[in-house]
């Protein structure tokens, strides 16, 4: 093991405030060299905030921080890169109409004298750029703008961001929420190799299978305080939960299995240029049905066509029976189909508008029938929700921006709830959400099926995805490839058609 | 805080201009306070007060509006040769309804052809302004009747006109964007279209709309402009559309779009055309005159930012001392 003893960070007292929220409430951290730290808390806990603090974004209220047993100053992103601490943040810091290799090196291009002017050297900065693409095993051009990739792209980008400087200490908030196995894997050999290094890894996620394959030492953080750290080796995940909020969670699937109702959708043939193959399927009354596949297989796609975004080249969609002329969201809308989309902020909420503002989006009519907005109401109804679904905010005038992630997240779960759709996809509807609200999403997922709602789930956590739904359409190359009843579950068997070796045994 | 009083300062940063530059004319100058001058500069703002809100809508929904002053006039020149000839429900009709037509132009070209807004109504601004040329060929339409003439420069109760006009509008426009769904949605399309759309909104009626709507308020301005005027020719307007940018920046809504509204616009149209009436009555050439306005934009849109970095409490943001 590389893992010396001597501590390499130490945060002593941080305290943070936002206008209505202590944020961190004299927190402390102290990071050995070479280890994987890994920071656990619940949605709004103070993880990230306190990571931004390490890394010049905000400003702090108080408290010190230490590096090598010197105490040091961090006023802005310059001084933290100064002292070898990178991060890769939860949301995506990209510019969108550059292409790959002009936002990983940003701001510190490779530079080349020509007759004594200073200027960009372009063929070593792609080239460098390659270099590191291939050492990390993506396979992305590097010419691509970041406004065509997928999520999964996007996030890899930004690691691949935050390895083309040298560092001693890096962040990781939450890097693999958008991520599937495939690539998982990739990060966490990349991971070992800077273990191996000597550089220290600050990791923040929300899956807690992955803190005993690559964390060492844990701290739990519980509404801006400061609650334990802990040898993973001796900590069981159960202690973990415990400690995070503060309650032993019993089980996390609980799934009650109704009678199937009437067909509520149905698609037939659905091609959409490459990414959709002869897609055909059925959801009925109370039942959840998972779309299981790795990243690019088409799922996404899938969802957004029958939700009317994407015009399909053929197929049709039958809704009760009904098939659909026109194909738009707000025909979908109309229709009764929700879409909690996957990029929840470019594509499921208006960040800069409020709380309850978001919360009645997409019901306005519903809420309102005369056309006239009334405050009273828009605020009761939001509250509800806020109180429902735990929402970590002051108050629903809140900005939305200024939520956690994964609080952000339940704000466009309230969204479609209160439009009291028929049908209802989930696309990755868990990703970046604590242990807690988990159980409380797939609770309400629950009560929704056994309301006789049709839900479609898309969801590349295996255990989340065979735990939840009655069946599963396996997704390859944008063709489904198998289909699962929930009696004849098999975890290997689904992952092997996912990667394109299915067979079907017995 | 401390940096809860600078917040608050900023935040009513318009008014305490508007209250400056209110005393420092009347301290400067007797006539500016009299109630004629006054009446006189409300009546003023009026008519840019009303295209400055189409333009406000186009920025608020993220795009922008260059065409509002060519159509006002276009569709003020068609109007008055109807209104010398026929009767003037005719001719009124005929001038908004040609507003509409360049207004829902603009729409259709923005979202059903994807041209940038601002491509599109550049193209529209080109295009009515050349048309109205060809229109009135060189001449004049001038000495309106008086029923017309009324609506422009008539008076009620010793007030003229033309501040009814711009009260109604001004109360009518702030209702619906703050008030209705069709309000509410204009602001989301501005903040986040996709989002927007995929909440079921169909976003490109609203941006259709929103500039068949701003081609209705240049039709409506371009007719009291010419009743006030009791003239019509194809250079008229020319000024609206910067101006009335400048007074949206002046009021405070932000080109990115989901922000500010028609209420800091009126404001903006206020500071505006005290700004050219205490310069006037003080006798401040015309040239001076524009330089101050820039002036006033710059340090508005200073305000904004200044306000942001207060707002996001971001180290990165707040100037370097160092
Ligand atoms: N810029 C901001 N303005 C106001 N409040 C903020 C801001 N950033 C964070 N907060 C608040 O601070 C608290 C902690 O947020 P933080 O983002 O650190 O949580 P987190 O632990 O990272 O949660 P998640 O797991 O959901 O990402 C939350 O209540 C959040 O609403
Ligand atoms: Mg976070």
Redesign the interface.
């Known amino acids: 093991m590389s893992i010396k003893n001597d501590i390499i960070l130490r945060l002593e007292n941080i305290t943070k405030e936002f206008p209505g929220v202590l944020a961190l409430d004299r927190v402390s951290l102290e990071v050995k060299q070479g280890e994987v730290h890994v920071l656990l808390g619940e949605n709004g806990a103070g993880k990230s905030t306190l990571m931004k603090i390490l890394c010049g974004v905000y400003k702090k209220d108080g408290g010190k921080i230490f590096i090598d047993n010197k105490e040091v100053t961090i006023n802005g992103v310059k001084d933290a890169e100064k002292l070898g601490i990178g991060i890769i943040h939860q949301e995506f810091n990209l510019l969108p109409f550059r292409d790959i290799a002009q936002n990983i090196f940003l701001g510190k291009e490779p530079r080349k004298n020509i007759k004594l002017v200073d200027v960009i050297d372009r063929s070593v900065m792609y080239k460098k750029c390659r270099e590191l693409l291939d050492s990390l095993e993506i396979n992305i051009n590097e010419y691509a703008l970041v406004k065509d990739l997928g999520v999964a792209q996007k996030q890899m980008v930004e690691i691949a961001k935050a390895l083309s400087s040298e560092v001693k200490i890096l962040i990781m908030d939450e890097p693999t929420a958008t991520l599937t196995k495939n690539e998982i894997d990739k990060l966490f050999n990349i991971i070992k190799q800077l273990k191996a290094k000597g550089v220290s890894i600050i990791y923040i996620s929300h899956r807690l299978e992955e803190i005993k394959m690559i964390g060492d030492r844990v701290t739990v953080l519980r509404d801006g305080k400061y609650i334990g750290t802990v040898e993973v080796c001796d900590t069981s995940t159960d202690e973990l939960v415990k400690m995070m909020v503060g309650r032993k969670i019993e089980n996390l699937y609980n799934r009650t299995y109704n009678k199937i109702g009437k067909e509520a959708l149905r698609v037939e043939g659905l091609t959409l240029d490459k990414r959709i193959r002869d897609v055909s399927f059925k959801i009925h009354e109370g039942e959840i049905v998972g779309f299981y596949g790795l990243v690019g297989a088409g799922r996404t796609e899938v969802a957004k066509t029958v939700f009317g975004e994407y015009k399909p080249d053929k197929g049709s969609i039958f809704v009760f029976g009904r098939k659909l002329s026109k194909l738009t969201p707000t025909e979908a809308v109309k229709n009764k189909i929700g879409l909690l989309p996957e990029d929840r902020k470019e594509e499921g909420l208006t960040i800069k508008m409020s709380v309850k503002q978001n919360i009645v989006q997409a019901s306005l009519k519903k809420v309102f029938p005369s056309g006239i907005l009334k405050e009273d109401l828009e605020l009761e109804i939001s509250k509800k929700y806020i109180k429902e679904l735990n929402i970590a905010t002051p108050d629903a005038h809140k900005i939305v921006k200024n939520l956690s992630g994964g609080n952000q997240q339940k704000v466009v779960l309230a969204k479609w709830l209160l439009t009291e759709s028929d049908i209802i996809i989930f696309d990755e509807p868990t990703r970046g959400i604590d242990v807690g609200a988990k159980a409380e999403i797939y609770e309400i997922m629950d009560e929704l099926a056994k309301k006789g709602r049709a839900i479609m789930m898309i969801s590349s956590d295996i255990k989340e995805i065979m735990g939840l739904t009655d069946r599963i359409y396996v997704m390859y190359q944008g063709k489904i490839i198998a289909e699962f009843d929930h009696q004849n579950y098999n975890q290997e068997e689904i992952i092997s058609f996912a990667i394109g070796k299915g067979e079907k045994h017995g | 805080m401390a940096s809860n009083n600078i917040k608050l300062l900023i935040k009513y940063a318009r008014f305490f201009i508007l209250i400056l530059l209110f005393s420092g004319f009347s301290l400067l100058s007797p006539h500016f306070l009299t109630f004629p001058n006054q009446v006189n500069i409300l009546a003023q703002a009026a008519l840019l007060s009303m295209v400055s809100y189409g333009m406000t809508l186009a920025i608020v929904t993220g795009g922008i509006d260059l065409s509002m002053g060519s159509v006002l006039a276009l569709s003020s020149c068609i109007a008055a040769s109807f209104l010398k000839s026929g009767n003037i429900i005719d001719g009124i009709l005929i001038g908004l309804i040609i507003g509409l037509l360049c207004g829902s132009i603009n729409g259709l070209s923005i979202t059903k052809i994807g041209l940038s807004p601002f491509i599109a109504t550049y193209g529209m601004d080109w295009v009515a302004r050349g048309l109205a040329y060809v229109y009135m060929g060189g001449t004049q339409i001038y000495g309106f009747s008086a029923v017309f003439r009324f609506l422009g420069s008539g008076q009620f109760l010793g007030v003229p006109a033309l501040i009814y006009e711009m009260a109604i509008m001004t109360i009518v426009l702030v209702f619906i964007t ?8 204009i ?2 399309t501005g ?2 279209k ?9 976003t490109d009626k609203i941006i259709i709309s929103i500039y068949s709507i701003n081609g209705l308020l240049s039709a409506i301005v371009g007719l009291l402009y010419i009743s006030r005027l009791n003239a019509a020719e194809a250079v008229i307007g020319t000024d609206f559309t910067l101006n009335s940018i400048a007074a949206t920046l002046i009021g405070g809504t932000p080109f990115s779009g ?2 500010g509204g028609v209420a800091q616009t009126f404001i903006g149209a206020v500071i505006m055309t005290l700004l050219t009436n205490g310069m006037n009555i003080l006798g401040i050439s015309s040239y001076w005159q524009n330089a101050v306005v820039g002036f006033v934009i710059l340090f508005s849109l200073f305000i904004e930012k200044t306000g942001k970095v207060f707002n996001r ?4 943001m707040v100037p ?1 001392s160092k």
């Open positions: 703050y008030k209705t769904i069709y309000g509410r949605n602001y989301a903040s986040n996709t989002a927007t759309r995929l909440s079921g909104v169909n989901g922000e409490n971001r180290l990165e370097k």
